[in-house]
């Protein structure tokens, strides 16, 4: 019994190292996907030594303003804001909140989500209708209408931002896993698992999990994409992030009081958003294809 | 078809009964006083608690979310904390521009994204497949509030064609329209494209081929009614997604909408105008969703039949 | 020379090669094919799945898919008049090194002789076709007495109402009463949209019908009555009619010459007594052995060992010697050249010669 077990267990491991390896192929073969995916290393790249390459005393706090508001140069690639900081050691540093609190919210929407689904998958019934009519209400109310109602019932602070656009994620991820769990929950290899006395625990994590994950990592790119820009949205509107920290939506609303002569202040960091998402976007798509070959 | 529209319907009313529970509760959890707000910085022990005797906040916070679901089934959303006027007329004297701006983007939306959908679709990898995917591509990636300030930078301060703000004339709503409707433009394109791909492999449509139609009477007679389907569900998805973004359109072009009162009001710790706001998207968000499940209806025999 | 007063034939291929190219592969589907059939006949296109039956089929509506499908070589005559030819002398080397710029090296290429416009008019008119599975060959969101008109509107010169009326009376004609016209697909058996499928392709009473697995995907019972009612269809309209099937029984049925198609091309052709009662080629005996034998049923069943050749590759010698119990070392070098019995029947197997044909050939 045991050997037969190790002997599927690493049959089934041999076989999935072998589909990461074909997914790895075909997505190195988009180069889209790969451009996305090289943009997103060397983002995070600068976000993880951004302390290297700049001093966050001079590029967030202290003011200089003889050099203020300077239009994109040698010295000053982004140029400068209106205190005279460097606005591109600022998107850096900027790309560390954003990225982080992307990550993060997306992370915790993607653990409870996903708890969430596979248990309402797995055992059906009354479990399944209850979590999936609160999703039904946290889906009627479109997603940035959501956030913005938690942010500013709790406040602004970034554990609450981070707080409300998890929350934001979770309904979304609960369907996805559960509809994944509903298509394997009920096919042969589970049902053996179930009949050698599998315990639910194991079952769900052993069998289930492993066999949603192509979705689920198409969405959780998307959604980090998605919660980036929604980022920038709150922090526009003045419910995320506030200055002095240099959060890319918070750059791009300071720089809107400037737009008429300095007008590199709130497009340059628009530009640095939207080429996150794209590459997000771009990584994602690459993502479902390489996942699942049919589609194209 | 009746039985089917009922049961919508039906099914709605918890979700709405749902959401007003879940926003009434979030909005709870807010710090900070009503009675303290409305009163002012220099109010005494005794006045705030007279207030909030008044306004029923001593009471058990199920009873005030029953007397608040009370009223809104009448019509009343309670009184700002701001103006101390009606929350319901001060909403529905902005409802209207926020219905005027989502429906303009959402016309402008549609129409572009159509055609550009299809066409990609049927010059499957050509350069225009290429070239109007990479369109929708950046679309999707642009936020809505950056795009607002490009098109005021380019078109208002460079051009001066278009007034940066307000709603005076038909010209104001052009920009507005454009940077909240153009996210949506690419991701319908999207839908549309990727929906009439795998129509187009269907076996129906070269039944179609082989009665002898040409490529256009099998793309629109055929193709399109089929592929129309999942965008229909997506169009009704971004009609929500609208209703999410005319916030941050409206805060950059100064629109009069229910979206940029409801960032006054946050701002201004205004709890019944935020409720009042955040509720009336959601009504309108669900009554959108609806009509698309209809359509849906309409346009696929198959529905029809099975709740006949 | 001697076909001049004769009527000319229905459809002939000649030589016909059709690939499939993926990014990574080639399918060779069919490797030049010949195939007649005289007016009114039916020919049976016997093969196993993945022949190039289909592909066959389609081309000769030009409805392969292309990407990624490519003619790169053959003609198509529909009742004498040409529909697609090879490129020759000139053109031919023009064109084909164009494609062999890249990866497509040995490329050549057919082309049509009649308009995208003319090919339109065709289809439907002179030659329809019945795809394998009715469950996906009807439009869902159409009613199917639409569906039917569509194809009489775009070839006669009727209001819409008349063709409604037609097409409820080529209901009936199928079987099916009139007043379900206007239903849609879903709400149809299996057969009956088959029925609505075969409706569709007879409307405009064609010269040719291509009928492609015309009842696998149906039950037995309707099986019978379906092909039954094709028949007769097809004898009224005198139409001609190509029936691709894998089924030894509907050919019997239905068929007056049998072509077995074997990795895209004709492996035996002859009438039906020719093919059935002298059956030459091993694939074809091969075919009949793998059929239950009623009278003794103690007899074991013979199925051919191994599996249809890789599409991918392209054979130097005869496709089926993997699989031939008499293969020879010269079956994996040259391909075998037709050798006639009669004039009608033909196979192409090294077994056989002029010589030996008519003693059976070297089995």
Same mark, same amino acid.
């Given at each position: 019994?045991?050997?037969?077990?190790?002997?599927?267990?690493?049959?089934?491991?041999?076989?999935?190292?072998?589909?990461?390896?074909?997914?790895?192929?075909?997505?190195?073969?988009?180069?889209?996907?790969?451009?996305?995916?090289?943009?997103?290393?060397?983002?995070?790249?600068?976000?993880?030594?951004?302390?290297?390459?700049?001093?966050?005393?001079?590029?967030?706090?202290?003011?200089?303003?003889?050099?203020?508001?300077?239009?994109?140069?040698?010295?000053?690639?982004?140029?400068?804001?209106?205190?005279?900081?460097?606005?591109?050691?600022? +998107?850096?540093?900027?790309? /560390? &909140?954003?990225?982080? $609190?992307?990550? @993060? =919210?997306?992370?915790?929407?993607?653990?409870? !989500?996903?708890?969430?689904?596979?248990?309402?998958?797995?055992?059906?019934?009354?479990?399944?209708?209850?979590?999936?009519?609160?999703?039904?209400?946290?889906?009627?109310?479109?997603?940035?209408?959501?956030?913005?109602?938690?942010?500013?019932?709790?406040?602004?602070?970034?554990?609450?931002?981070?707080?409300?656009?998890?929350?934001?994620?979770?309904?979304?991820?609960?369907?996805?896993?559960?509809?994944?769990?509903?298509?394997?929950?009920?096919?042969?290899?589970?049902?053996?698992?179930?009949?050698?006395?599998?315990?639910?625990?194991?079952?769900?994590?052993?069998?289930?999990?492993?066999?949603?994950?192509?979705?689920?990592? +198409?969405?959780?790119?998307? /959604? &980090?994409?998605?919660? $980036?820009?929604? @980022? =920038?949205?709150?922090?526009?509107?003045?419910? !995320?992030?506030?200055?002095?920290?240099?959060?890319?939506?918070?750059?791009?609303?300071?720089?809107?009081?400037?737009?008429?002569?300095?007008?590199?202040?709130?497009?340059?960091?628009?530009?640095?958003?939207?080429?996150?998402?794209?590459?997000?976007?771009?990584?994602?798509?690459?993502?479902?294809?390489?996942?699942?070959?049919?589609?194209? | 078809?009746?039985?089917?529209?009922?049961?919508?319907?039906?099914?709605?009313?918890?979700?709405?009964?749902?959401?007003?529970?879940?926003?009434?509760?979030?909005?709870?959890?807010?710090?900070?006083?009503?009675?303290?707000?409305?009163?002012?910085?220099?109010?005494?022990?005794?006045?705030?608690?007279?207030?909030?005797?008044?306004?029923?906040?001593?009471?058990?916070?199920?009873?005030?979310?029953?007397?608040?679901?009370?009223?809104?089934?009448?019509?009343?959303?309670?009184?700002?904390?701001?103006?101390?006027?009606?929350?319901?007329?001060?909403?529905?004297?902005?409802?209207?521009?926020?219905?005027?701006?989502?429906?303009?983007?959402?016309?402008?939306?549609?129409?572009?994204?159509?055609?550009?959908?299809?066409?990609?679709?049927?010059?499957?990898?050509?350069?225009?497949?290429?070239?109007?995917?990479?369109?929708?591509?950046?679309?999707?990636?642009?936020?809505?509030?950056?795009?607002?300030?490009?098109?005021?930078?380019?078109?208002?301060?460079?051009?001066?064609?278009?007034?940066?703000?307000?709603?005076?004339?038909?010209?104001?709503?052009?920009?507005?329209?454009?940077?909240?409707?153009?996210?949506?433009?690419?991701?319908?394109?999207?839908?549309?494209?990727?929906?009439?791909?795998?129509?187009?492999?269907?076996?129906?449509?070269?039944?179609?081929?082989?009665?002898?139609?040409?490529?256009?009477?099998?793309?629109?007679?055929?193709?399109?009614?089929?592929?129309?389907?999942?965008?229909?569900?997506?169009?009704?998805?971004?009609?929500?997604?609208?209703?999410?973004?005319?916030?941050?359109?409206?805060?950059?072009?100064?629109?009069?909408?229910?979206?940029?009162?409801?960032?006054?009001?946050?701002?201004?710790?205004?709890?019944?105008?935020?409720?009042?706001?955040?509720?009336?998207?959601?009504?309108?968000?669900?009554?959108?969703?609806?009509?698309?499940?209809?359509?849906?209806?309409?346009?696929?025999?198959?529905?029809?039949?099975?709740?006949? | 020379?001697?076909?001049?007063?004769?009527?000319?034939?229905?459809?002939?291929?000649?030589?016909?090669?059709?690939?499939?190219?993926?990014?990574?592969?080639?399918?060779?589907?069919?490797?030049?094919?010949?195939?007649?059939?005289?007016?009114?006949?039916?020919?049976?296109?016997?093969?196993?799945?993945?022949?190039?039956?289909?592909?066959?089929?389609?081309?000769?509506?030009?409805?392969?898919?292309?990407?990624?499908?490519?003619?790169?070589?053959?003609?198509?005559?529909?009742?004498?008049?040409?529909?697609?030819?090879?490129?020759?002398?000139?053109?031919?080397?023009?064109?084909?090194?164009?494609?062999?710029?890249?990866?497509?090296?040995?490329?050549?290429?057919?082309?049509?002789?009649?308009?995208?416009?003319?090919?339109?008019?065709?289809?439907?008119?002179?030659?329809?076709?019945?795809?394998?599975?009715?469950?996906?060959?009807?439009?869902?969101?159409?009613?199917?007495?639409?569906?039917?008109?569509?194809?009489?509107?775009?070839?006669?010169?009727?209001?819409?109402?008349?063709?409604?009326?037609?097409?409820?009376?080529?209901?009936?004609?199928?079987?099916?009463?009139?007043?379900?016209?206007?239903?849609?697909?879903?709400?149809?058996?299996?057969?009956?949209?088959?029925?609505?499928?075969?409706?569709?392709?007879?409307?405009?009473?064609?010269?040719?019908?291509?009928?492609?697995?015309?009842?696998?995907?149906?039950?037995?019972?309707?099986?019978?009555?379906?092909?039954?009612?094709?028949?007769?269809?097809?004898?009224?309209?005198?139409?001609?009619?190509?029936?691709?099937?894998?089924?030894?029984?509907?050919?019997?049925?239905?068929?007056?010459?049998?072509?077995?198609?074997?990795?895209?091309?004709?492996?035996?052709?002859?009438?039906?007594?020719?093919?059935?009662?002298?059956?030459?080629?091993?694939?074809?005996?091969?075919?009949?052995?793998?059929?239950?034998?009623?009278?003794?049923?103690?007899?074991?069943?013979?199925?051919?060992?191994?599996?249809?050749?890789?599409?991918?590759?392209?054979?130097?010698?005869?496709?089926?010697?993997?699989?031939?119990?008499?293969?020879?070392?010269?079956?994996?070098?040259?391909?075998?050249?037709?050798?006639?019995?009669?004039?009608?029947?033909?196979?192409?197997?090294?077994?056989?010669?002029?010589?030996?044909?008519?003693?059976?050939?070297?089995?």
């Amino acid at each position: 019994m045991t050997m037969n077990q190790s002997v599927t267990s690493s049959e089934n491991a041999g076989k999935r190292k072998g589909q990461f390896s074909d997914v790895w192929k075909r997505l190195s073969e988009n180069r889209a996907a790969m451009a996305g995916l090289f943009f997103l290393i060397f983002l995070i790249f600068m976000a993880v030594f951004a302390d290297v390459f700049f001093d966050y005393q001079k590029a967030c706090v202290d003011l200089n303003i003889a050099e203020r508001l300077q239009w994109p140069s040698r010295a000053h690639w982004f140029g400068t804001d209106e205190f005279g900081r460097d606005m591109f050691a600022r +998107v850096v540093f900027g790309s /560390r &909140i954003s990225l982080s $609190i992307g990550f @993060i =919210a997306v992370a915790f929407g993607l653990l409870i !989500g996903g708890i969430l689904g596979a248990l309402s998958g797995y055992f059906g019934g009354a479990l399944d209708n209850i979590i999936m009519r609160i999703c039904d209400i946290f889906l009627a109310v479109p997603m940035m209408l959501m956030a913005i109602v938690i942010v500013a019932a709790l406040g602004t602070s970034i554990v609450n931002l981070v707080i409300a656009l998890a929350i934001a994620c979770v309904p979304i991820f609960a369907r996805i896993v559960r509809s994944a769990v509903l298509s394997v929950r009920d096919s042969e290899y589970v049902e053996a698992a179930r009949a050698v006395g599998g315990r639910t625990g194991h079952i769900i994590f052993r069998y289930i999990l492993p066999n949603c994950i192509g979705p689920i990592i +198409v969405q959780t790119t998307l /959604r &980090i994409a998605a919660t $980036i820009s929604n @980022i =920038a949205a709150l922090s526009f509107i003045g419910l !995320g992030v506030s200055a002095p920290t240099p959060e890319w939506g918070a750059l791009l609303a300071g720089g809107r009081s400037f737009i008429r002569d300095s007008s590199y202040l709130a497009t340059i960091p628009g530009i640095v958003i939207m080429l996150t998402i794209l590459a997000l976007n771009l990584l994602g798509d690459g993502l479902r294809d390489a996942l699942d070959p049919r589609l194209r | 078809m009746a039985r089917y529209i009922i049961k919508r319907i039906l099914y709605l009313i918890p979700v709405l009964i749902g959401v007003t529970l879940l926003v009434f509760f979030i909005m709870h959890l807010a710090p900070g006083n009503a009675a303290q707000i409305i009163l002012g910085e220099n109010a005494t022990p005794d006045q705030i608690a007279a207030l909030e005797k008044e306004m029923g906040l001593d009471q058990p916070v199920i009873v005030q979310y029953l007397r608040y679901l009370g009223g809104l089934l009448h019509g009343n959303l309670g009184n700002s904390y701001a103006t101390g006027t009606s929350v319901t007329t001060e909403i529905m004297a902005r409802f209207p521009y926020t219905v005027r701006l989502t429906f303009v983007a959402a016309v402008f939306s549609i129409i572009l994204a159509l055609p550009l959908g299809i066409i990609a679709a049927v010059r499957q990898n050509t350069w225009v497949d290429s070239a109007s995917m990479v369109f929708s591509l950046i679309g999707v990636s642009m936020p809505i509030f950056w795009l607002a300030l490009m098109l005021i930078l380019v078109f208002s301060l460079k051009l001066g064609w278009f007034p940066v703000y307000g709603a005076d004339s038909w010209k104001s709503i052009i920009l507005p329209a454009v940077s909240l409707g153009f996210m949506n433009m690419a991701s319908i394109a999207r839908t549309t494209r990727s929906s009439m791909v795998e129509t187009i492999r269907q076996d129906y449509i070269r039944t179609a081929y082989s009665k002898g139609l040409n490529e256009r009477e099998v793309i629109m007679k055929h193709a399109f009614p089929n592929g129309m389907l999942p965008t229909i569900t997506v169009i009704g998805l971004e009609i929500g997604q609208m209703l999410g973004g005319s916030v941050l359109t409206e805060t950059v072009f100064a629109w009069p909408g229910v979206g940029r009162l409801l960032i006054q009001s946050i701002n201004g710790r205004d709890t019944p105008t935020v409720m009042g706001c955040i509720i009336l998207m959601t009504i309108s968000f669900a009554l959108v969703n609806l009509i698309v499940d209809l359509l849906y209806g309409v346009f696929d025999p198959r529905v029809r039949t099975m709740y006949r | 020379m001697e076909n001049i007063d004769r009527t000319p034939p229905a459809l002939e291929i000649e030589d016909l090669f059709v690939e499939f190219r993926g990014r990574n592969s080639t399918v060779y589907a069919v490797n030049g094919l010949n195939l007649k059939i005289e007016k009114g006949q039916t020919l049976g296109l016997v093969g196993e799945t993945g022949a190039g039956k289909t592909t066959t089929g389609l081309a000769v509506l030009g409805l392969i898919a292309s990407p990624p499908g490519v003619v790169t070589q053959g003609n198509i005559r529909l009742g004498g008049r040409d529909i697609l030819k090879s490129l020759e002398g000139e053109e031919r080397e023009r064109l084909g090194t164009l494609w062999g710029k890249k990866k497509y090296r040995h490329v050549y290429g057919s082309r049509f002789c009649v308009s995208e416009g003319e090919l339109q008019k065709m289809r439907g008119e002179k030659v329809s076709m019945i795809f394998q599975d009715p469950m996906t060959s009807l439009n869902p969101v159409i009613t199917v007495e639409k569906q039917i008109a569509e194809v009489i509107e775009k070839h006669s010169k009727i209001s819409h109402a008349d063709a409604i009326g037609k097409a409820r009376d080529m209901l009936e004609t199928v079987g099916i009463p009139r007043n379900r016209g206007s239903e849609y697909p879903h709400q149809f058996s299996g057969g009956m949209k088959q029925r609505v499928v075969i409706a569709i392709a007879l409307a405009c009473s064609p010269d040719l019908l291509i009928a492609d697995e015309p009842t696998t995907a149906l039950d037995v019972t309707i099986q019978a009555q379906v092909l039954d009612m094709m028949k007769k269809l097809k004898e009224k309209n005198h139409t001609s009619m190509l029936m691709i099937t894998h089924d030894l029984g509907i050919v019997a049925e239905i068929c007056d010459c049998v072509s077995v198609i074997y990795a895209g091309r004709i492996v035996e052709h002859g009438t039906l007594e020719d093919v059935f009662d002298h059956t030459l080629h091993p694939y074809t005996k091969g075919l009949f052995d793998s059929l239950p034998d009623l009278e003794n049923r103690d007899t074991r069943l013979k199925p051919i060992r191994g599996l249809m050749p890789d599409p991918s590759i392209r054979y130097e010698g005869c496709p089926f010697a993997d699989r031939c119990d008499y293969a020879s070392d010269i079956c994996r070098k040259e391909p075998p050249r037709e050798v006639h019995r009669t004039d009608e029947h033909v196979v192409a197997c090294h077994l056989y010669n002029e010589d030996n044909i008519a003693e059976g050939g070297a089995l």
